[in-house]
């Protein structure tokens, strides 16, 4: 399956962003992407650092893009992950939303919230594990990847794939958190034996990758930082190698009590 990750400056203008992405997604088409992602709240903004609240949001023009991806979707055959905000009543919600070449619009809600999150979301309540094309795919955002149990929740499930999707960015260059960042990456990646993709705003400086990790915790492809554009990535299923194997039967010991 061809995978396409699209990293570019997300703002308060949801017209402005519904441009980028409906670019991206026909530059994704023309190299034949099966699977396109943006980044958290790529739609909307993310408040407060591209708008200024989640009450400042046009959630009739929200409802009008999102039905433009779902038809984008259809019509290019092609899955398109993109973070926006869902309001249902008075509550919000952090959001990525997973629209199918079939039509189908699924959604993600963010669980692990603080700070400005806190201030403006509640807590999501889907596991966010999802098939596409036959594979087990888990979605994750931003700040959960501080937190192991949300990606053992995918293991347990059987997930081959994990998509990380950030608003992870700074007012100043900071190489050590970004580092710090790709190397919980990487360790989500070994600990649960799967393949870890990442995207990430470009707003400010950007403080989290872009990128495609291995299993094993190899970086096997990074987008250059703060630099809009599209990487590719084709995945392929491959045999279990040794060291694998042996992470894999640890795991499921300890995921079924038996140290």
Request: with cysteine.
């Amino acid at each position: 399956m061809r995978i396409g990750l699209y990293q570019f400056p997300g703002s308060g203008d949801m017209g402005k962003n519904y441009e980028t992405i409906e670019k991206a997604v026909s530059q994704a088409a023309s190299q034949k992407v099966r699977f396109l992602a943006f980044h958290e709240c790529a739609l909307t903004g993310y408040p407060p650092l591209e708008v200024p609240s989640v009450s400042e949001v046009d959630y009739a023009a929200a409802a009008k893009y999102k039905e433009c991806l779902r038809k984008l979707s259809i019509e290019h055959s092609m899955y398109i992950a993109a973070g926006s905000i869902e309001k249902e009543k008075d509550r919000y919600y952090n959001s990525m939303l997973l629209f199918s070449p079939e039509g189908k619009a699924d959604i993600y809600g963010k669980r692990a919230l603080w700070g400005w999150d806190r201030d403006n979301f509640v807590p999501g309540s889907q596991q966010g594990i999802y098939e596409v094309d036959g594979i087990r795919m888990g979605i994750r955002i931003c700040f959960e990847v501080r937190f192991p149990e949300f990606f053992r929740e995918l293991y347990r499930e059987n997930a081959e794939l994990c998509l990380v999707s950030f608003c992870d960015i700074s007012q100043a260059e900071n190489i050590e958190r970004y580092e710090l960042i790709k190397a919980h990456l990487r360790t989500r990646a070994v600990e649960n034996v799967f393949t870890v993709l990442s995207v990430n705003d470009i707003s400010s400086f950007q403080t989290a990758p872009t990128a495609v990790i291995d299993p094993n915790g190899a970086v096997l492809l990074e987008m250059e930082r703060n630099k809009e554009g599209l990487l590719i990535y084709d995945y392929v299923r491959s045999e279990d190698s040794f060291g694998m194997l042996g992470r894999k039967r640890i795991s499921d010991e300890l995921v079924d009590g038996c140290p």
